[in-house]
């Protein structure tokens, strides 16, 4: 069984500063991936990046960087330069061998201008 | 990209219904293709795995007898809740894996909102 716990119910960003949303995580898989998607209001789910468990470098993708810490179950997410289009719901996810996701509670960011 | 089709994007009905949502993979195929529901304010939660030529899997606590999934081909399947009641209002997602390629992470639909009155 899998389990992904985002501690962080609420959070806010001013404009441009850079905000991090913490994400744990729980598998018995040997190989997995692990996900951070965007939910805006609209309710599309956005992947914002991937990170393959047995690579050691963490995943980026422009301003969007993860901080893998394989040893302590931890996957967050920094976003760089927020801007106001960032503002959304957040969902940490992992996947198993049968590419099933399961996923975190979620949080929700603000970005204030 | 790979585009992933929901339909319909809202239904309003009345309950005693039974409502289809449809998901399709538009220009790759999928083996697999997975059910969520989201109530407001909550993550997603796996409802069943849905195996094409084959029966689907249920999450625990889901009633296959209530959510009927059909996967007739490599491109659809289909959600029924069958005789709707306001309980099962929700917001309904589905997804799906390019069939043959395990790197390829899941591709979602749009969602449907149920509204049973």
């Known amino acids: 069984a899998q389990t992904v716990t985002q501690s962080q119910p609420e959070m806010s960003v001013q404009e441009a500063e850079t905000v991090t949303l913490s994400c744990t995580y729980d598998t018995s898989e040997s190989d997995y991936y692990l996900f951070w998607y965007k939910q805006p209001p609209s309710r599309q789910m956005i992947l914002v990046i991937r990170q393959e468990a047995y690579k050691q470098q963490n995943a980026t993708e422009n301003r969007f960087s993860v901080n893998f810490q394989k040893a302590a179950k931890s996957f967050s997410l920094k976003i760089s330069d927020s801007q106001l289009g960032d503002a959304a719901m957040y969902f940490c996810?992992?996947?198993?061998?049968?590419?099933?996701?399961?996923f975190g509670g979620g949080t929700r960011l603000m970005v204030k201008p | 990209g790979a585009v992933v089709s929901q339909h319909p994007s809202r239904v309003i009905c009345k309950s005693g219904t039974s409502v289809k949502i449809e998901c399709r993979s538009l220009?790759?195929?999928?083996?697999?293709m997975f059910w969520y529901r989201q109530f407001p304010k909550q993550s997603l939660m796996l409802m069943a795995t849905s195996n094409e030529g084959s029966k689907a899997t249920y999450e625990q606590g889901v009633e296959k007898d209530k959510f009927l999934i059909n996967h007739a081909s490599l491109t659809l399947s289909t959600l029924t809740v069958t005789s709707a009641h306001p309980e099962d209002s929700s917001f309904y997602i589905c997804?799906?894996?390019?069939?043959?390629?395990?790197?390829?992470?899941?591709?979602f639909g749009d969602g449907t909102r149920l509204s049973i009155l």
């Open positions: 220009d790759f195929q999928a083996t697999t």
């Open positions: 997804s799906a894996r390019p069939t043959g390629n395990s790197n390829q992470p899941q591709h």
């Open positions: 996810a992992s996947n198993n061998a049968g590419n099933m996701l399961t």
